[in-house]
Nanobody, 113 residues
Framework: QLQASGGGLVQAGGSLRLSCAAPGSIFSGNVMGWYRQAPGKQRELIAGITRGGTTNYADSVKDRFTISRDNAKNTVYLQMTSLKPEDTAVYYC?????????WGQGTQVTVSS
């Protein structure tokens, strides 16, 4: 399982940085992604990054969130800025496409208005 960390409670407009360390056997060679699941909604992919650093984002987070990876540390990050109440969700990391066995418990991000 891949365990995300760094979530918390933040006011609207604030920032958080999430981290996810993975075993090298999973991390190396895989596109990595950040996903989130808001209450009552399906889990959605919000950002992805190739080993070479090419990124893509969902429209809902574009220009506010930045995904990055440190291949030496087998870690993927999600820098979140200008947070909105609608960003409240449990955030997960996984490969892209996702693999069922890699889902961890995620990290809760709560944005208060």
């Amino acid at each position: 399982q891949l365990q995300a960390s760094g979530g918390g409670l933040v006011q609207a407009g604030g920032s958080l940085r999430l981290s996810c360390a993975a075993p090298g056997s999973i991390f190396s060679g895989n596109v990595m992604g950040w996903y989130r699941q808001a209450p009552g909604k399906q889990r959605e992919l919000i950002a992805g990054i190739t080993r070479g650093g090419t990124t893509n984002y969902a429209d809902s987070v574009k220009d506010r969130f930045t995904i990055s990876r440190d291949n030496a540390k087998n870690t993927v990050y999600l820098q979140m800025t200008s947070l909105k109440p609608e960003d409240t969700a449990v955030y997960y990391c996984n490969t892209m496409p996702s693999f069922k066995g890699y889902w961890g418990q995620g990290t809760q991000v709560t944005v208060s208005s």
